[in-house]
């Protein structure tokens, strides 16, 4: 966090520990809905905003976890604290079971699955006996700490917003970490996580639990600071009306949670004064009142409130915190085969789309410290080939054999743990993050601090090695002096030599690198073909593909070239560029 | 000497701050089959989509004289314009038909000149005849050229723009292709070829525009080009221009 | 359970099974042209159930001055585009697209009211004075942001529905009514099983509709084109096909579909201003069983939630809703797995 950003933090909080002794109950009350509401709205923007999830559910949540803790408490006479941990396990519950059902929907089809289990489950609630029906729980014990019963506004708001502080000290602490990476990677897709051997299903469901144990809290709180539950407060539009709050915020900051709850719980405080001014019918008309500022929010400001603060500022969710300078050892290096031994070997791989053939019987190997170059013209199946090898999509036919191993049908993430690691053509980096973290989630697959522990801060030397070893990448691509920079100012070329960064933070065997020239001016084209050249000196094998012949030439031991899915020819690049059957691929066929 | 049918003068097309083409100028006259070729990337393909406006740019654009800035694409295809785009662009869930059809949407035609134009198409590309129940997506890949090119031709355009058309073909089918193209000159339709197969491109064509980095680095009749020891040397590597 | 009932449970499930087949037909419609899954249908629905209600008491149907403010803003809207494009030339046009067309059927039905017209003149009205409707607040709400993400849209087509229920409860009142049936009497099954001709009717509404459609949509070129929009974009505009104009078609002719729903169901059960809500989210179980993509099966799709419905409500008439919706998660799942998806990037809300 900047420096400025830690001011405004710090006044933040002593503005909100001073509240209670300057205003009156009814202003503390509503400051209490905001914190709880706003514990919401941070679940909301590390799903929808970090992650790209959207959910319409999540007051299903904040029921669950309320109804919970008020059964306890009213039925059976538990302690509320006991009610909170009987709320958590049934959120965290449900929210795994939902997770493991919906989270592998694509596209609009998983909020569209929102939509159904949250309307479901708040229909549920207001349909079982033992949770009161319609009618709801009332009678509902207050907090207590130790012998005082916290019962009016002043004395729960300090038990509200030292959670929210934590919350969001947890959430801030775990997007800057390794987990918080993998997150902050979701939206660029499966392939991507996959590429650093991660797991996109299971960072999805983690992050997915983590929300809704958030308004689990947000709910237990809810039930004993009301003392009351019904269904109504859980509906599809109080789901709604926590988005509208994570919008209003701003969906790319955290703070637009607590700048989100604020303003929507003012607006809808002073509007339930001003509209019966208007029409007699007017008290019921803040629904359509929301529903315009959603709209205009959407059409204009789509980033929120913060997106305007930030737009001057750079407080992004996980603006470098720099790890603590204590000397930490390198994260462990794995043992490079020997050169010249048999690294990899494609045998009759086949792939087919539909009726159309991409990749027909092709076979060749590599073996370890060479630079094998794949040329073909535009259609050639080149790309198809590489995400053959890479476990990307599944072959049709045909056998990939990578240090002894058999990877035919293994997935794209356990392939990129055993030290194959891959650039893509559509440069697939995540454009907001800085190119440190971008290099960092290269590392994914050597370290292991998982999300709790992250959290609490307590991955600070793990977190120290892969700094050390991102900033060691960035350097040994030329870019360390711009290592805070967000990754998408970065122009085209130099992007997809950021992307050769992050597959050589995770220590690869074999790089398998997808036209990394395109888009590089003469000398940067170069410093590459230098940079390639002292990789195989290090041991490192490098398969590529590139249309620049100049290029390519100049750097690779072989060829393979591939024609209409086939393999063409393959030898070194003056026999190559010798070859008729070539030299016709590429002018076309004499008719 | 008449004049051009269209009239490109220092176009600039952006994606965000990266500018994909800077400078272009090229004429196209009636009747005159023009190739454009050059390495990937080299802003061929956002070219044309500027031309058809699909991409904003800016630049003087003139088709038989008239300004077509503020044109939208449906507009400019009423105009004349057509444009048969790298990936084809077909309605994959449509029969082959409905697809040709769709072609002529935008000259409201009636009953009996649609079926005319039908049996034009048809004629020249006996194959879509025989599938043409059939989905657009279940064609193979020269098919569904063909399909592109006869979706195309049932609009009856004054300019036909092609963006690779020989991309994933076999040579045979190219040629194929190709000799239609070159017979549509015949009917006053012009030509915009764009193709990366540069041999395949200046054999068909009377002039040719060599782009590299977004500008025009060569420009001159096709046969010349052909010989240009330059336009070898982008395409194979090695050669005089080695570094 | 035995077979009297199984048979009139059926019966009855069909029967509400047709009114999603309509209201799935015209999201599906919707959705495949514009990306927009439409969320206020239902409510349009409602609308026009109301509205015939008000021509039953012979009152004038408030839904009049709902359409007219839609279409003054759409109006305003359109204006202010002209403005800061400098091109007022084009006024005359946008105001009588936008201001006169919608304007047409609330004359009619201005001029319908309490004229002791037959009842065929009050349903009509209904139905034409809700297709401005959807027309109007897509170009208020939605078109400013057609290239978004269908994530933004869904969230933007959930506000609007707040936005006119909301609307709905100032213009129509909490209170709720229920019109007079359509047809009167009851016919017998072969078997001397008893069915209302209004049962039959909402079965045989859906039966040609769905026929027409079909027509529609294979056997026209302006259908087909729809279809193209729909299945490639930019192909259609290659070939002079305006989005724009198509979507404006599509949310027409799914206003309509809207419409005859709600006169359908107006006499079958009481209709409040929000009671669409739920109706649209069930054709949206069915449209989704469809891919929101697929007629046919989508109308199956209406068909089987129709029916789960009526035996769930003969289970438990409290949580009929929550099987109906639960019911969505494996065809969901099914769906995902049938979608053969390489890779796609996650929608993202606020870039």
Known sequence: MTRFGSVVAAAIVALLALAPLVLGSFAVGLLNDVGIGALVALGLVLLTGVGGLTSFGQAAFVGIAAYASAWLTTTHGASPWFGLLFALAATGVSACLIGMLTLRLGGHFLPLSTIAWGLSISLLFGNIDALGRHSGLSNIPPLHLGTMSLTTPESVYYLIWPIFGLAYWFIHNLLNSRPGRAVRSLRGGATLLASVGADAFRVRLTLFVTAALLAGISGWLYAHTNRFVSPSPFDLRASIEYLLMAVAGGLGQLAGALVGAGLVFLVKNSLQDLLPLLSQRGGQLDGVAFAILFLVLLQHARGGMMGFVSRRGQGRPGAPTLPARRPV???????????????????????????????????????????????????????????????????????????????????????????????????????????????????????????????????????????????????RIGLADRAHEQAGSLPLGTQRILEIARALAADPVLLVLDEPAAGLRRQEKAALGELLRRLRADGISILIVEHDMAFVMKLVDRLVVMNFGAKLVEGPPAEVRANRAVQSAYLGANP | ???????????????????????????????????????????????????????????????????????????????????????????????????????????????????????????????????????????????????????????????????????????LIVCEILAIVRTLREDGVSILLVEQNARVALENSDHGYVLESGEVALSGASSILAGDARVQATYLGGGTDDD | MNWDVALILTVGGLATGSVYLLAGLGLVL???????????????????????????????????????????????????????????????????????????????????????????????????????????????????????????????????????????????????????????????????????????????????????FYLLFERTLHGKALRATAINRVGARLVGIRPAR??????????????LIGVLIAPVTTIYYDSGFIIGLKAFVAAIIGGLASYPLTALGALAVGLVESFASFWSGALKDVFVFGTLIPVLLLRSLLASRIEEEEEEIDE
């Open chain 1, 329 to 475: 050892p390198a994260l462990l290096r794995r043992s490079l085969p020997a050169p010249g031994t048999p690294l990899l070997a494609v045998a009759g791989a086949v792939k087919h789309f539909g009726g159309l053939v991409a990749v027909n019987d092709v076979s060749f190997a590599m073996r370890a410290g060479e630079i094998v170059g794949l040329i073909g013209p535009n259609g050639a199946g080149k790309s198809t080939m590489f995400n053959l090898i890479t476990g990307t999509l599944p072959m049709s036919a045909g056998q990939v054999e990578f240090l002894g191993r058999d990877i035919s049908t293994a997935p794209q993430r356990h392939i990129a743990r055993l030290g194959m690691a891959r650039t893509f053509q559509h440069v697939k980096l995540r454009p907001k993050m800085s190119l440190l973290d971008n290099v960092a989630c290269g590392a994914y697959a050597r370290t292991r601090c998982g999300m709790l522990a992250s959290g609490l801060r307590l991955n600070r030397a793990e977190e120290q090695q892969i700094h050390d070893e991102a900033m060691r990448q960035l350097t």
């Open chain 2, 1 to 171: 000497m008449t004049a051009a049918l269209l009239e490109i003068g220092d176009l600039h097309v952006s994606y965000g701050r990266v500018e994909a083409v800077c400078g272009v100028s090229l004429s196209l006259a009636p009747g005159q089959i023009v190739s454009v070729i050059g390495p990937n990337g080299a802003g061929k393909t956002t070219l044309l989509a500027a031309t058809m406006g699909l991409l904003p740019s800016t630049g003087t654009l003139r088709f038989e004289g008239e300004d077509l800035r503020g044109l939208d694409v449906e507009a400019r295809v009423e105009r004349g314009l057509c444009l048969v785009p790298e990936k084809r662009e077909l309605f994959g869930d449509l029969s082959v038909q409905d697809n040709l059809q769709l072609g002529a949407y935008a000259k409201r035609l009636n009953g009996s000149t649609m079926g005319r134009r039908l049996q034009s198409v048809y004629a020249l590309f006996p194959r879509l005849a025989e599938r043409r129940s059939q989905l657009a997506r279940t064609l193979s890949g020269g098919e569904q050229q063909m399909l592109a090119l006869g979706r195309a031709l049932m609009s009856a355009p004054r300019l036909l723009m092609l963006d690779e058309p020989s991309l994933g073909l076999a040579p």
């Open chain 3, 30 to 212: 919707i959705f495949s042209v514009t990306r927009v899954v439409f969320v206020p249908f239902g409510d349009i629905a409602a609308f026009a159930a109301l509205s015939l209600a008000a021509f039953e008491t012979g009152t004038t149907p408030p839904t009049i001055g709902l359409v007219l403010t839609l279409a003054s803003l759409a109006v305003v809207a359109e204006l202010w585009q002209l403005m800061r494009r400098r091109e007022l030339a084009r006024m005359p046009r946008v105001l009588m697209v936008w201001g006169l067309l919608p304007a047409l059927p609330c004359l009619a039905a201005w001029w319908v009211t309490g004229r002791n017209l037959p009842a065929i003149a009050g349903i009509v009205a209904s139905i034409l004075l809700v297709v401005p409707i959807a027309p109007l607040i897509a170009r208020i709400a939605l078109r400013p942001i057609a290239d978004a993400s269908v994530l933004v849209l869904l969230i933007a087509s959930l506000a609007l529905h707040f936005l006119l229920s909301g609307l709905g409860l100032l213009f129509f009142g909490p209170e709720g009514s229920r019109t007079h049936p359509l047809v009167a009497g009851a016919t017998t099954l072969p078997g001397g099983f008893p069915v209302s001709m209004q049962v039959l009717l909402m079965i045989a509404s859906a039966i040609v509709l769905s026929g027409l």
């Open chain 3, 246 to 259: 198509t979507a404006a078609l599509a949310y027409g002719g799914g206003s309509l579909l809207a419409g």
